[in-house]
């Protein structure tokens, strides 16, 4: 079965540097893969998705994340952190072409941006 | 257009009692599906609906249950209510059941006492 894995479940930057949040998923065949962020007591917002095209991806709020088959992961990244980046990261895997909208989710990265 | 919509925001119930949560889906979205969302198991699926129809499920217990109507709204039933119950339930719509761009609401935070 499909999983997958956020290391760190907090991860905690200055205002202006360099923002990673790790995501590997498990399965032989490449997902689907997703990034949310949710801000308190709101629901998901999709940042950014890997569908097979291409390898880097970029999304909103300055966010991008890179596929590397070789190494199952779909890192996110933003060159330069600002407080309102402060909420918790969610990396999600859906199995292509089954027709089902199953998500599988990582148990998400808090991250807290400090002045 | 208007987002996915989920009532009540917040719901308190008891042990045992049952509750009805409802998702309303962007106009045009034919696919829901709901997830809880606890601090300690995070975020899992709990079933996806289809043209009122049941697409997928996941490992939860029979007391979980959902219906989806002609109108794609859907709702989710929780019955005999447990402690470990109390969780965020968030529902999310696509346009079609294998399109990958799902849209969450803000959820309905749920309270068993």
């Known amino acids: 079965a499909q999983s997958v894995t956020q290391l760190g479940s907090h991860v905690s930057v200055s205002e202006g540097a360099l923002v990673l949040l790790r995501c590997n998923y498990s399965s032989s065949v490449p997902p689907y893969l997703f990034w949310y962020v949710q801000y308190p007591n709101q629901g998901l917002q999709l940042l950014l998705k890997y569908t097979s095209a291409a390898t880097l991806v970029k999304g909103i709020n300055g966010f991008e994340a890179e596929f590397k088959k070789s190494e199952t992961s779909f890192h996110l990244t933003k060159p330069s952190a600002h407080m309102r980046d402060a909420a918790e990261y969610f990396c999600?895997?859906?199995?292509?072409?089954?027709?089902?909208?199953?998500?599988?989710f990582g148990t998400g990265t808090r991250l807290l941006v400090s002045p | 257009k208007a987002g996915v919509t989920q009532t009540p925001r917040y719901l308190i119930k008891t042990r045992g009692q049952q509750v009805t949560l409802s998702c309303s889906p962007i106009?045009?979205?034919?696919?829901v599906s709901w997830y809880q969302q606890t601090p300690g198991q995070g975020l899992q699926f709990l079933f996806e609906?289809?043209?009122?129809?049941q697409r997928n499920k996941g490992n939860f217990p029979g007391r979980f249950s959902g219906r989806q109507f002609s109108n794609s709204r859907s709702e989710m039933n929780v019955s005999t209510l447990e402690l470990g119950d109390s969780a965020l339930y968030l529902c999310?719509?696509?346009w079609g059941s294998g399109n990958e761009k799902l849209f969450f609401g803000s959820g309905t935070q749920l309270s068993v006492l």
């Open positions: 106009s045009g979205h034919r696919s």
């Open positions: 999600a895997a859906l199995e292509p072409n089954t027709g089902f909208q199953k998500l599988v």
């Open positions: 999310a719509s696509s």
């Open positions: 609906y289809f043209s009122e129809t």
